[in-house]
């Protein structure tokens, strides 16, 4: 996935989990009253459960992330809040 620098992606709640490795690029994840975290290339981490949050390009070149998810049947990856 690529964002372009000055965009966000849509508020979403993870229901199951997902692993994220930032490719290119600074992510910034806003974890609303819990914060923001910011990722930088090379880092991957596994993203919040159960909490909305958004990821936004606050650089000036792409941000371009694998997001892999580990799904079960009969549930959602995402939601909206």
């Known amino acids: 996935m690529t964002l372009a620098p000055g965009t966000t992606s849509k508020p979403n709640i993870h229901q199951t989990p997902m692993y994220l490795q930032v490719l290119a690029g ?11 975290k ?8 596994i993203e919040a459960q159960g909490v909305a949050h958004h990821g936004a390009n606050e650089g ?4 371009t992330f694998l997001a892999v998810y580990i799904g079960a049947d009969g549930i959602a990856n995402e939601v909206s809040p």
């Open 38 to 45: 910011t990722y930088h290339a090379g880092e991957g981490f």
């Open 60 to 63: 000036a070149v792409p941000v």
């Open 26 to 36: 600074d992510l910034t994840v806003d974890y609303g009253a819990s914060g923001k």
